[in-house]
């Protein structure tokens, strides 16, 4: 089994979600699970590589060509994919993996944890998609999924299964799989 991370090619300001990001890396590396993330040696995403790696796990690189130098592509991988562009990177993630996890990002995490949610609301897949909460990042984002329930706007498969730990995340994920 393979999950994909979708995370920042930032580190952000709170320590706390780089080590909740190593920890999320080495437990699912601790399962005997792969990591598919977006192929970068830099903030989070290298965080999650490096991690899984030193803990014996498989990590696949999925990034596009023009991203190689601005993200600087990691290269010690299990496997680094070159793709066209961020729509064939999607695909090409979702393709290798059976679940997904976003950690906290910016507008690249949210794009591909929002089209991963889209797809899944249209039945092109049924992967369960979880959020790493650390420290309350994605509270207002779950705030803003009830709102759209309550008015209307989400229909179908909606279940984020969200956690603040990457243990629990990992756990209720499995178990919502």
């Known amino acids: 089994m393979r999950i994909a ?6 580190s952000g300001s709170d320590p706390m ?3 909740s990001a190593r920890a999320m890396a080495q437990a699912i ?3 005997g699970m792969g990591i598919v993330y977006g192929g970068g040696h830099v903030g989070l ?3 999650v590589a490096d991690a899984a ?7 696949i690189g999925v990034i596009p060509g023009f991203m190689i130098e601005k993200e600087l592509a990691h290269q010690r991988l299990t496997e680094l994919i070159t793709v066209r562009d961020m729509h064939e990177r999607k695909m090409r993630m979702h393709e290798l993996s059976q679940a997904v996890i976003a950690l906290p990002g910016g507008f690249g995490t949210m794009d591909e944890l929002f089209e991963l949610l889209t797809w899944r609301q249209l039945a092109i897949h049924t ?6 909460n650390v420290n309350g990042f ?11 329930k309550r008015d209307g706007f989400l229909h179908g498969p909606t279940t984020i299964v969200t956690a603040s730990g990457p243990g629990s995340l990992l756990e209720a994920l499995l178990a919502a799989g």
């Open 5 to 10: 991370v979708f995370c920042g090619a930032s």
């Open 17 to 19: 979600i780089i080590e």
């Open 29 to 31: 590396a601790a399962k």
């Open 45 to 47: 995403m290298g965080v």
């Open 53 to 59: 790696l030193e803990a014996g796990g498989e990590v």
């Open 127 to 132: 992967k369960p998609i979880g959020l790493l």
């Open 138 to 148: 994605y509270d207002p984002l779950l705030a803003q999924v009830e709102r759209m």
